[in-house]
C-alpha cells in the first residue's frame, strides 16, 4: 500500500473514535442534574431556558438528543462557560494556543534530552552512569509535577529570581507585549511571533515565561522516555545485526548511533503518541501552578465553578489532539520501519464502521433525521453483533469448562463489587452491592480455595518446594544485587510500616477519635501565621523551644499549614489514604484489565477489533482530564467516588499491555504445541497463557502503585481529594502552595516529597521485579 | 597464516564459571579452507568469536596467543582490531535475516565496510569520475532557503539594522542563485557517493547476484534467504579480507540453497585466493569444502588433520564415534554412549574420557596434548 493511502486509511480511522468520546462526553452530561445548563449564561431567563430545551431537543429521547449533541459539536456549538463569560467553542480557539505552545516546547525538550541519555545509559549498561540515569529518570516519573512546579518557581522564580530574571509566572510581560511594543501574534505561538517580527526582545520575554513551565511539563515525559529508549537499547544491541557491524570493524560510535539507535528508535517513537496525552494532562497541573493562560487553567476555574461544559469541550478538545498526535506518531512510524505492512489490516468491518460513522456524522451536520436512523442501524448492528457472538460461543460450548469466559466476567463481577462495599459508603452506587460479600470475606474464601487445592495436591505441592527454593535463592541473589530494587523495597516497607503504625507515630486527639482519625484537627490560631517545622530535614534533631509529643505546645514537627493542619499528622495518616485508593484501584484495574486483557488476547479477531477500539477512546482522552470531568459531573469529590473515576481512567491502559502479552504468549510455539496436542481452550490459557503473563502484571501492578498515588494526589492537589480535612497528601501540597511566596516552604515540601518517595519506592521495585522476574534478562 | 595456541577463554555467570575452551590449538595455513566442526557447544562459534574479539561481556579470554600474519592479536588496542574485523578477518553468520540491519538498506550496509576498510581504492575511483555539470544539491536548497527567508524580512520590515543585513541577505543568495549554474559540481561527496555505489554493485556482483543494483537498493527482508547470504557473503568480502570466518553460513538455509552457497564460496575462494575457516557441525559440509578440519570436543581439539586422512581413517575415539553415528550405505547406525559434559564443572584429565571405549586409568588424571607432525591427534591411547 502507498503511504498516502494508509496515512488516509488512518484518519478515515479516527473518526469512530472521536465519536466514542462524544459518546463518552454525552454520557457524562446526562450525569449533570440540569440538562439545559451548559446552553445557559447568568441572564438566561425562565422562558428562555425552555427555549434552550426546545432548540437542542433536550426533552426528547437518548438517542435524538445525542443526534442533536453531535450537530451541536460540528457546529461549534460547545456551550456557554460562565467562568470567562464566552461560548466554550470562542474559550478553546483564544486558550489553545498557550496550551500548544506550552505541550509542544515541552515534548521538545523531552524528546531531545532523552534519547541521548537512553543511548548513553545502554551503552554504559550497569555502569555507574546508567545507574545514575536511571536514578534521574525514575525521579522524572516518580516526583509529582505540581511539586517540582512548585520548588523550580521557589528556587528560580522567587529566590534567586533577582539572579536569574525569571518571572513567577503567566505568559508574558504584560506591559511589553500590550502597551510599550505590541507586535502582531498571527500564529498566537508567542516564541513564533516574536520571531516572525524579529524582536529579540519578545522572543527573549516569551522565553523567560515559556523555560520553568517547559521544563517541569517535559520532565515527566522525558523520564519515561528515556527508559524506554534505554530498554529498546539494550533489546537491540543484543541482536545479531549489531554483532555484524561490530564485525565489519565500524567504531563503537559508529555501531551505536548508526546500526543501533536506529533500531531503537522505532519501539520508542510509537509510544511518544501516548506521551502527548501524558503532556496534556500534565499541562493541567502546571499551568495551575504558572498561571499559564491555557486551556488546564481553565479548566481548574470551570471545575471550582461547577462549569460543566468548559470540562467536556475540553475532554473532546485534547482528544482530538491526542489523536492527532498519535496519526503523526503513526506516520512517522511507517516511514521509519521498512518492514511494516502498510495495508495488511485492511478488513470490511473496518470500511463499514468508517462509512457508518461517517454518514452519523455528515447527517448530524445536516440536521437530517437520517441521523436517527444512522444511529439505530449502529445501536442495532452491533446489538446484533453481540447477540450472534454469544450465540457462536454457545454453540461451541461442548464441556462445563468452556463456560470459563462468562465466568471469569461474572467473577470479576462480584469481586470488583466487593472492593467497594463498605458499609460506611454514602456512595449511592454502594446500595446496590448489599448481596455481594465483603471483601475481606470475598479474601478468606479464595485462600481456603487455595489451601484446599494445595492439600488435595500435598505430595505435588512437596516435591515442587526444592526447585522452587532454589528458584527464589536466585531471584533473591538478583534482586539483592541491584541497589536501587533494595533501596525501592526499604522504601516501600517503611511507607507500608507508616500507615500500619499510623496510631502511634501520630497519636489522634481524643475529639480526632471520637469524629475519624482519617480527618486532621483545624488549629485557627495558625490560619495566617503558618508554624515552622521543628525539625529541618538536614538535622533530625529538633529546634530549641519544641516540647510536646507531636510538639503541639510552641510548634510542629514538620509546622503547619493553614488552617492550622499538622503537617506531620497529616503524612502519617494520609499514607493510610494512599495505601486504600492505590490497593484498591490497582487490584480493580488489574483484575478488569486481566479478564478482559487475556480473552481479548487469547481470542484476538473480531473480539479483540471491539476491545481495542474502546480502549482507543478511553485512551485518547487525559487521563485526568477524563477523572477531573468525571468527579465535576458527579460533582461530589468524596474518596469513593475519586477511586471510580481512577479506575475508568486505568482500566484501559492496563488492559493494553497485558492484551500485547498474551497476544505474544499465544503465538508463542509451545502454546501452538499445547493446542496440536488437543489442549482445551480453558486450559491453554490457565495453564499456558496467564501464568506467563504474571511476571509482567505483578511488574504492572507494582509500578501502577506509585503511579495511582501520583494521580490521586493530583486530584488532591487541584482540590479533589475527598472532603476539605481528610489527610490527603495532595491536598497539603496545595495548602502550602499559597505559602510559596512568603518564603514557607515546608508548608509544600514535606508532603511533595512523601508522595515523591511512595511513587519512587514503588517504581524501584517494579523495575527490580521485572528484572529478576523476567528470565530473559538474566545471565 | 593464523595460529592459535592454548586459547582459552571463560564465561562468567551466576552458577559459576564456564570454561568454554580449554586450550585450543590449531594452524591455518595460507589459501586453504580449514574446518572446525563439533557438537553444538564443544566451542567453534567461540573460537571464532575469541579470533575477532566478539565475545560477549560475561566472557574473557584468559591465556593463549593468536597470531595472524606473523601479529599477536590477543591483546591489539581497539583501533587496531577494528582494522582487522572486516579488514583482515571477514565473518558471515549462521541467519542471514537477523544479522542483517532491518532498517538500512543493502547498500548502506555494505557501503560501511567500503568506507571503514577500502579508502584508498574509493578515493581512486573517486578521482576518475569526471565531475560533470550537476549542481550541488544541497548549495542550491539552502540558497532557496535563505533566499526566501530573507525576502520574509525584506517584505516585512523597514529601516532598521536587521532591515539592510535582510536586504544583503536577500542579493546575496539571488547573486549566489544565478551564478550557481557556472559552478562545476566541485562536490566530492556526490561523486565519492557514485563511486561507493560503483563498489557496491560490484561486490554484489562478485557474489552472483542477479540484478545486483536493484538489491543493492532494498532492504533486507525483502530478500530472499539465499541472497541475504550472499549479501552477508558480499558485505564480508567488501572490505578484501585475506581471511573469512563462516560462522555455519547454512545452517539456517534450505538445502538446494546451501549447496550453492557452498558452491560460490568455494568459487570465491579460488578466485581470491583467500583463507576460509568454515566452522559447523556438518561434516557432509566439512567433506565437501574443506582442505584440512579440526575435530572439537568440549572446549579442546582432540584431532586435526587432512580431510580425507581424517574421514577415510579417524585415530580419535571421538571422530570414530562421530563417523560411525553417520547414516551409510553398509552399516548400522551407531551412536556415542553417555552426553556432552557440564562446562561448568568438566571431567578432570581428558574431556572424552567418561565416555570413551578405549579410556583407561590415567585418561581421567593427564591431559592429553596434541601429538603429531601434520596430522595431530590428542589421545593418551593413539599411537602415532
Same mark, same amino acid.
Given at each position: 500500500?502507498?503511504?498516502?493511502?494508509?496515512?488516509?486509511?488512518?484518519?478515515?480511522?479516527?473518526?469512530?473514535?472521536?465519536?466514542?468520546?462524544?459518546?463518552?462526553?454525552?454520557?457524562?452530561?446526562?450525569?449533570?442534574?440540569?440538562?439545559?445548563?451548559?446552553?445557559?449564561? !447568568?441572564?438566561?431567563?425562565?422562558?428562555?431556558?425552555?427555549?434552550?430545551?426546545?432548540?437542542?431537543?433536550?426533552?426528547?429521547?437518548?438517542?435524538?438528543?445525542?443526534?442533536?449533541?453531535?450537530?451541536?459539536?460540528?457546529?461549534?456549538?460547545?456551550?456557554?462557560?460562565?467562568?470567562?463569560?464566552?461560548?466554550?467553542? !470562542?474559550?478553546?480557539?483564544? /486558550?489553545?494556543?498557550?496550551?500548544?505552545?506550552?505541550?509542544?516546547?515541552?515534548?521538545?525538550?523531552?524528546?531531545?534530552?532523552?534519547?541521548?541519555?537512553?543511548?548513553?545509559?545502554?551503552?554504559?549498561?550497569?555502569?555507574?552512569?546508567?545507574?545514575?540515569?536511571?536514578?534521574?529518570?525514575?525521579?522524572?516519573? &516518580?516526583?509529582?509535577?505540581?511539586?517540582?512546579?512548585?520548588?523550580?518557581?521557589?528556587?528560580?522564580?522567587?529566590?534567586?529570581?533577582?539572579?536569574?530574571?525569571?518571572?513567577?509566572?503567566?505568559?508574558?510581560?504584560?506591559?511589553?507585549?500590550?502597551?510599550?511594543?505590541?507586535?502582531?501574534?498571527?500564529?498566537?505561538?508567542?516564541?513564533?511571533?516574536?520571531?516572525?517580527?524579529?524582536?529579540?526582545?519578545?522572543?527573549?520575554?516569551?522565553?523567560?515565561?515559556?523555560?520553568?513551565?517547559?521544563?517541569?511539563?517535559?520532565?515527566?515525559?522525558?523520564?519515561?522516555?528515556?527508559?524506554?529508549?534505554?530498554?529498546?537499547?539494550?533489546?537491540?544491541?543484543?541482536?545479531?545485526?549489531?554483532?555484524?557491524?561490530?564485525?565489519?570493524?565500524?567504531?563503537?560510535?559508529?555501531?551505536?548511533?548508526?546500526?543501533?539507535? /536506529?533500531?531503537?528508535?522505532?519501539?520508542?517513537?510509537?509510544?511518544?503518541?501516548?506521551?502527548?496525552?501524558?503532556?496534556?494532562?500534565?499541562?493541567?497541573?502546571?499551568?495551575?501552578?504558572?498561571?499559564?493562560?491555557?486551556?488546564?487553567?481553565?479548566?481548574?476555574?470551570?471545575?471550582?465553578?461547577?462549569?460543566?461544559?468548559?470540562?467536556?469541550?475540553?475532554?473532546?478538545?485534547?482528544?482530538?489532539?491526542?489523536?492527532?498526535?498519535?496519526?503523526?506518531?503513526?506516520?512517522?512510524?511507517?516511514?521509519?520501519?521498512?518492514?511494516?505492512?502498510?495495508?495488511?489490516?485492511?478488513?470490511?468491518?473496518?470500511?463499514?464502521?468508517?462509512?457508518?460513522?461517517?454518514?452519523?456524522?455528515?447527517?448530524?451536520?445536516?440536521? =437530517?433525521?437520517?441521523?436517527?436512523?444512522?444511529?439505530?442501524?449502529?445501536?442495532?448492528?452491533?446489538?446484533?453483533?453481540?447477540?450472534?457472538?454469544?450465540? *457462536?460461543?454457545?454453540?461451541?460450548?461442548?464441556?462445563?469448562?468452556?463456560?470459563?469466559?462468562?465466568?471469569?466476567?461474572?467473577?470479576?463481577?462480584?469481586?470488583?463489587?466487593?472492593?467497594?462495599?463498605?458499609? !460506611? #459508603?454514602?456512595?449511592?452506587?454502594?446500595?446496590?452491592?448489599?448481596?455481594?460479600?465483603?471483601?475481606?470475606?470475598?479474601?478468606?474464601?479464595?485462600?481456603?480455595?487455595?489451601?484446599?487445592?494445595?492439600?488435595?495436591?500435598?505430595?505435588?505441592?512437596?516435591?515442587?518446594?526444592?526447585?522452587?527454593?532454589?528458584?527464589?535463592?536466585?531471584?533473591?541473589?538478583?534482586?539483592?544485587?541491584?541497589?536501587?530494587?533494595?533501596?525501592?523495597?526499604?522504601?516501600?516497607?517503611?511507607?507500608?510500616?507508616?500507615?500500619?503504625?499510623?496510631?502511634?507515630?501520630?497519636?489522634?486527639?481524643?475529639?480526632?477519635? !471520637?469524629?475519624?482519625?482519617?480527618?486532621?484537627?483545624?488549629?485557627?490560631?495558625?490560619?495566617?501565621?503558618?508554624?515552622?517545622?521543628?525539625?529541618?530535614?538536614? #538535622?533530625?534533631?529538633?529546634?530549641?523551644?519544641?516540647?510536646?509529643?507531636?510538639?503541639?505546645?510552641?510548634?510542629?514537627?514538620?509546622?503547619?499549614?493553614?488552617?492550622?493542619?499538622?503537617?506531620?499528622?497529616?503524612?502519617?495518616?494520609?499514607?493510610?489514604?494512599?495505601?486504600?485508593?492505590?490497593? /484498591?484501584?490497582?487490584?480493580?484495574?488489574?483484575?478488569?484489565?486481566?479478564?478482559?486483557?487475556?480473552?481479548?488476547? *487469547?481470542?484476538?479477531?473480531?473480539?479483540?477489533?471491539?476491545?481495542?477500539?474502546?480502549?482507543?477512546?478511553? =485512551?485518547?482522552?487525559?487521563?485526568?482530564?477524563?477523572?477531573?470531568?468525571?468527579?465535576?459531573?458527579?460533582?461530589?469529590? #468524596?474518596?469513593?467516588?475519586?477511586?471510580?473515576?481512577?479506575?475508568?481512567?486505568?482500566?484501559?491502559?492496563?488492559?493494553?499491555?497485558?492484551?500485547?502479552?498474551?497476544?505474544?504468549?499465544?503465538?508463542?510455539?509451545?502454546?501452538?504445541?499445547?493446542?496440536?496436542?488437543?489442549? #482445551?481452550?480453558?486450559?491453554?490459557?490457565?495453564?499456558?497463557?496467564?501464568?506467563?503473563?504474571?511476571?509482567?502484571?505483578?511488574?504492572?501492578?507494582?509500578?501502577?502503585?506509585?503511579?495511582?498515588?501520583?494521580?490521586?494526589?493530583?486530584?488532591?492537589?487541584?482540590?479533589?481529594?475527598?472532603?476539605?480535612?481528610? &489527610?490527603?497528601?495532595?491536598?497539603?501540597?496545595?495548602?502550602?502552595?499559597?505559602?510559596?511566596?512568603?518564603?514557607?516552604?515546608?508548608?509544600?515540601?514535606?508532603?511533595?516529597?512523601?508522595?515523591?518517595?511512595?511513587?519512587?519506592?514503588?517504581? =524501584?521495585?517494579?523495575?527490580?521485579?521485572?528484572?529478576?522476574?523476567?528470565?530473559?534478562?538474566?545471565? | 597464516?593464523?595460529?592459535?595456541?592454548?586459547?582459552?577463554?571463560?564465561?562468567?555467570?551466576?552458577?559459576?564459571?564456564?570454561?568454554?575452551?580449554?586450550?585450543?590449538?590449531?594452524?591455518?595455513?595460507?589459501?586453504?579452507?580449514?574446518?572446525?566442526?563439533?557438537?553444538?557447544?564443544?566451542?567453534?562459534?567461540?573460537?571464532?568469536?575469541?579470533?575477532?574479539?566478539?565475545?560477549?561481556?560475561?566472557?574473557?579470554?584468559?591465556?593463549?596467543?593468536?597470531?595472524?600474519?606473523?601479529?599477536?592479536?590477543?591483546?591489539?588496542?581497539?583501533?587496531?582490531?577494528?582494522?582487522?574485523?572486516?579488514?583482515?578477518?571477514?565473518?558471515?553468520?549462521?541467519?542471514?535475516?537477523?544479522?542483517?540491519?532491518?532498517?538500512?538498506?543493502?547498500?548502506?550496509?555494505?557501503?560501511?565496510?567500503?568506507?571503514?576498510?577500502?579508502?584508498?581504492? %574509493?578515493?581512486?575511483?573517486?578521482?576518475?569520475?569526471?565531475?560533470?555539470?550537476?549542481?550541488?544539491?544541497?548549495?542550491?536548497?539552502?540558497?532557496?532557503?535563505?533566499?526566501?527567508?530573507?525576502?520574509?524580512?525584506?517584505?516585512?520590515?523597514?529601516?532598521?539594522?536587521?532591515?539592510?543585513?535582510?536586504?544583503?541577505?536577500?542579493?546575496?543568495? %539571488?547573486?549566489?542563485?544565478?551564478?550557481?549554474?557556472?559552478?562545476?559540481?566541485?562536490?566530492?561527496?556526490?561523486?565519492?557517493?557514485?563511486?561507493?555505489?560503483?563498489?557496491?554493485?560490484?561486490?554484489?556482483?562478485?557474489?552472483?547476484?542477479?540484478?545486483?543494483?536493484?538489491?543493492?537498493?532494498?532492504?533486507?527482508?525483502?530478500?530472499?534467504?539465499?541472497?541475504?547470504?550472499?549479501?552477508?557473503?558480499?558485505?564480508?568480502?567488501?572490505?578484501?579480507?585475506?581471511?573469512?570466518?563462516?560462522?555455519?553460513?547454512?545452517?539456517?538455509?534450505?538445502?538446494?540453497?546451501?549447496?550453492?552457497?557452498?558452491?560460490?564460496?568455494?568459487?570465491?575462494?579460488?578466485?581470491?585466493?583467500?583463507?576460509?575457516?568454515?566452522?559447523?557441525?556438518?561434516?557432509?559440509?566439512?567433506?565437501?569444502?574443506?582442505?584440512?578440519?579440526?575435530?572439537?570436543?568440549?572446549?579442546?581439539?582432540?584431532?586435526?588433520?587432512?580431510?580425507?586422512?581424517?574421514?577415510?581413517?579417524?585415530?580419535?575415539?571421538?571422530?570414530?564415534?562421530?563417523?560411525?553415528?553417520?547414516?551409510?550405505?553398509?552399516?548400522? %547406525?551407531?551412536?556415542?554412549?553417555?552426553?556432552?559434559?557440564?562446562?561448568?564443572?568438566?571431567?578432570?584429565?581428558?574431556?572424552?574420557?567418561?565416555?570413551?571405549?578405549?579410556?583407561?586409568?590415567?585418561?581421567?588424571?593427564?591431559?592429553?596434548?596434541?601429538?603429531?607432525?601434520?596430522?595431530?591427534?590428542?589421545?593418551?591411547?593413539?599411537?602415532?
Amino acid at each position: 500500500m502507498k503511504l498516502w493511502l494508509y496515512v488516509v486509511r488512518r484518519l478515515a480511522l479516527t473518526v469512530p473514535v472521536l465519536l466514542g468520546v462524544t459518546l463518552i462526553t454525552f454520557a457524562l452530561s446526562l450525569g449533570m442534574g440540569d440538562p439545559a445548563a451548559p446552553y445557559m449564561t !447568568e441572564k438566561t431567563t425562565l422562558e428562555q431556558r425552555d427555549l434552550i430545551i426546545e432548540q437542542h431537543n433536550l426533552d426528547a429521547p437518548l438517542p435524538e438528543r445525542y443526534v442533536t449533541y453531535l450537530s451541536n459539536i460540528l457546529h461549534w456549538e460547545w456551550g456557554f462557560s460562565k467562568t470567562i463569560n464566552m461560548d466554550v467553542s !470562542e474559550a478553546v480557539k483564544l /486558550k489553545f494556543a498557550a496550551t500548544l505552545e506550552l505541550s509542544i516546547l515541552a515534548f521538545i525538550i523531552a524528546v531531545a534530552t532523552a534519547i541521548p541519555l537512553g543511548i548513553f545509559a545502554s551503552v554504559r549498561h550497569n555502569r555507574w552512569q546508567d545507574h545514575g540515569i536511571r536514578l534521574f529518570a525514575l525521579i522524572g516519573s &516518580a516526583v509529582p509535577i505540581f511539586w517540582f512546579a512548585l520548588i523550580l518557581k521557589y528556587w528560580f522564580a522567587f529566590k534567586y529570581g533577582d539572579i536569574t530574571n525569571l518571572p513567577l509566572g503567566y505568559r508574558f510581560d504584560a506591559i511589553l507585549w500590550e502597551l510599550d511594543d505590541p507586535i502582531e501574534r498571527p500564529t498566537g505561538l508567542l516564541l513564533v511571533d516574536s520571531i516572525l517580527a524579529g524582536s529579540w526582545v519578545h522572543f527573549k520575554d516569551a522565553f523567560m515565561h515559556i523555560i520553568l513551565p517547559a521544563t517541569t511539563l517535559g520532565y515527566a515525559s522525558m523520564a519515561t522516555t528515556i527508559r524506554l529508549m534505554r530498554g529498546n537499547m539494550l533489546d537491540v544491541l543484543g541482536q545479531d545485526y549489531v554483532r555484524t557491524a561490530m564485525a565489519k570493524g565500524l567504531s563503537s560510535t559508529k555501531v551505536v548511533i548508526g546500526h543501533a539507535s /536506529k533500531n531503537a528508535m522505532i519501539p520508542t517513537v510509537t509510544l511518544l503518541g501516548m506521551g502527548f496525552a501524558g503532556l496534556l494532562s500534565g499541562s493541567v497541573l502546571t499551568e495551575t501552578i504558572f498561571q499559564w493562560p491555557g486551556l488546564g487553567l481553565w479548566t481548574i476555574q470551570a471545575m471550582r465553578n461547577l462549569d460543566v461544559s468548559a470540562i467536556l469541550g475540553l475532554v473532546i478538545f485534547s482528544a482530538i489532539l491526542t489523536i492527532l498526535a498519535n496519526l503523526l506518531v503513526d506516520i512517522a512510524y511507517a516511514y521509519l520501519d521498512p518492514r511494516v505492512d502498510l495495508g495488511s489490516q485492511i478488513s470490511i468491518t473496518e470500511i463499514v464502521i468508517v462509512l457508518l460513522s461517517f454518514v452519523l456524522l455528515g447527517a448530524a451536520y445536516f440536521d =437530517l433525521s437520517l441521523g436517527l436512523v444512522m444511529l439505530s442501524v449502529i445501536v442495532f448492528l452491533t446489538a446484533a453483533g453481540i447477540a450472534f457472538a454469544a450465540a *457462536y460461543f454457545l454453540s461451541t460450548v461442548r464441556e462445563i469448562s468452556d463456560l470459563w469466559a462468562p465466568a471469569l466476567l461474572f467473577g470479576t463481577a462480584i469481586v470488583v463489587m466487593s472492593i467497594f462495599k463498605s458499609p !460506611e #459508603s454514602s456512595s449511592e452506587l454502594a446500595n446496590y452491592f448489599r448481596f455481594i460479600p465483603d471483601f475481606s470475606q470475598l479474601v478468606m474464601i479464595m485462600l481456603a480455595i487455595w489451601i484446599l487445592s494445595i492439600a488435595m495436591n500435598w505430595s505435588e505441592f512437596v516435591s515442587s518446594l526444592g526447585p522452587r527454593r532454589e528458584e527464589w535463592k536466585r531471584m533473591s541473589y538478583q534482586f539483592f544485587r541491584n541497589p536501587l530494587a533494595v533501596f525501592g523495597l526499604v522504601m516501600v516497607t517503611l511507607l507500608l510500616l507508616m500507615a500500619l503504625f499510623a496510631p502511634v507515630l501520630a497519636p489522634p486527639t481524643e475529639a480526632q477519635l !471520637e469524629r475519624d482519625p482519617m480527618r486532621m484537627e483545624e488549629n485557627f490560631e495558625f490560619n495566617h501565621n503558618l508554624q515552622p517545622p521543628c525539625i529541618e530535614w538536614w #538535622s533530625l534533631h529538633p529546634l530549641e523551644g519544641c516540647t510536646g509529643e507531636r510538639g503541639e505546645e510552641n510548634g510542629f514537627i514538620l509546622g503547619s499549614t493553614n488552617k492550622g493542619y499538622d503537617i506531620y499528622y497529616g503524612i502519617i495518616w494520609g499514607s493510610r489514604t494512599s495505601l486504600d485508593v492505590a490497593v /484498591k484501584v490497582v487490584f480493580t484495574g488489574t483484575f478488569i484489565a486481566v479478564v478482559i486483557g487475556v480473552i481479548s488476547g *487469547y481470542y484476538g479477531g473480531r473480539v479483540d477489533e471491539v476491545v481495542m477500539r474502546i480502549t482507543d477512546v478511553f =485512551l485518547a482522552i487525559p487521563g485526568l482530564v477524563l477523572a477531573l470531568a468525571i468527579i465535576a459531573v458527579t460533582n461530589d469529590s #468524596s474518596i469513593e467516588n475519586l477511586m471510580y473515576a481512577l479506575i475508568i481512567v486505568s482500566w484501559p491502559g492496563f488492559t493494553r499491555i497485558i492484551r500485547a502479552e498474551a497476544l505474544r504468549i499465544r503465538k508463542l510455539p509451545y502454546v501452538e504445541a499445547a493446542r496440536a496436542a488437543g489442549a #482445551s481452550d480453558f486450559r491453554l490459557i490457565f495453564v499456558h497463557v496467564l501464568p506467563n503473563c504474571i511476571t509482567s502484571i505483578i511488574v504492572i501492578a507494582t509500578m501502577d502503585m506509585g503511579g495511582i498515588v501520583l494521580s490521586l494526589a493530583g486530584l488532591g492537589f487541584l482540590g479533589f481529594g475527598g472532603g476539605p480535612d481528610l &489527610a490527603e497528601w495532595g491536598k497539603l501540597v496545595s495548602f502550602g502552595q499559597g505559602h510559596l511566596l512568603a518564603g514557607e516552604t515546608w508548608a509544600f515540601f514535606y508532603p511533595g516529597l512523601v508522595i515523591a518517595l511512595w511513587a519512587l519506592g514503588f517504581y =524501584l521495585l517494579g523495575d527490580g521485579l521485572r528484572d529478576i522476574l523476567d528470565p530473559r534478562q538474566r545471565d | 597464516m593464523l595460529e592459535i595456541k592454548n586459547l582459552k577463554t571463560r564465561f562468567n555467570i551466576y552458577d559459576g564459571v564456564v570454561k568454554a575452551l580449554e586450550g585450543v590449538n590449531l594452524e591455518v595455513k595460507e589459501g586453504e579452507i580449514f574446518g572446525i566442526v563439533g557438537e553444538t557447544g564443544c566451542g567453534k562459534s567461540v573460537t571464532g568469536y575469541s579470533l575477532m574479539q566478539l565475545l560477549p561481556r560475561t566472557a574473557e579470554v584468559v591465556a593463549g596467543e593468536i597470531i595472524l600474519d606473523g601479529e599477536e592479536i590477543t591483546g591489539a588496542s581497539d583501533s587496531r582490531m577494528r582494522q582487522i574485523r572486516g579488514g583482515k578477518i571477514g565473518m558471515i553468520f549462521q541467519d542471514p535475516l537477523s544479522a542483517l540491519n532491518p532498517v538500512m538498506k543493502v547498500k548502506d550496509q555494505i557501503s560501511e565496510v567500503i568506507r571503514q576498510h577500502q579508502k584508498e581504492e %574509493l578515493e581512486n575511483r573517486t578521482e576518475k569520475i569526471d565531475s560533470g555539470n550537476e549542481r550541488n544539491p544541497y548549495i542550491l536548497w539552502s540558497l532557496i532557503f535563505v533566499s526566501l527567508v530573507s525576502l520574509f524580512y525584506f517584505l516585512k520590515l523597514e529601516d532598521s539594522f536587521t532591515d539592510t543585513f535582510a536586504k544583503l541577505l536577500f542579493v546575496g543568495s %539571488l547573486v549566489g542563485y544565478v551564478f550557481l549554474p557556472e559552478m562545476k559540481s566541485e562536490s566530492y561527496s556526490a561523486r565519492t557517493a557514485v563511486a561507493e555505489m560503483d563498489m557496491v554493485v560490484e561486490s554484489l556482483r562478485q557474489v552472483r547476484l542477479p540484478n545486483p543494483s536493484q538489491v543493492a537498493n532494498s532492504y533486507p527482508h525483502e530478500l530472499s534467504g539465499g541472497m541475504q547470504q550472499r549479501v552477508m557473503i558480499a558485505m564480508a568480502l567488501a572490505g578484501r579480507p585475506r581471511l573469512l570466518i563462516a560462522d555455519e553460513p547454512t545452517t539456517a538455509l534450505d538445502v538446494t540453497i546451501q549447496s550453492q552457497i557452498l558452491d560460490l564460496l568455494k568459487k570465491l575462494q579460488k578466485e581470491t585466493g583467500m583463507t576460509i575457516l568454515m566452522i559447523t557441525h556438518d561434516l557432509g559440509v566439512v567433506a565437501e569444502m574443506c582442505d584440512r578440519v579440526a575435530v572439537m570436543y568440549a572446549g579442546t581439539v582432540v584431532e586435526t588433520g587432512n580431510v580425507s586422512e581424517i574421514f577415510s581413517n579417524p585415530k580419535h575415539p571421538y571422530t570414530q564415534g562421530l563417523l560411525s553415528a553417520l547414516p551409510g550405505e553398509s552399516k548400522e %547406525l551407531s551412536s556415542i554412549g553417555g552426553s556432552v559434559p557440564d562446562l561448568l564443572d568438566p571431567p578432570s584429565g581428558c574431556r572424552f574420557n567418561p565416555r570413551c571405549p578405549i579410556a583407561k586409568a590415567h585418561c581421567s588424571v593427564d591431559v592429553p596434548l596434541l601429538k603429531g607432525e601434520d596430522y595431530k591427534v590428542a589421545c593418551h591411547e593413539v599411537k602415532l
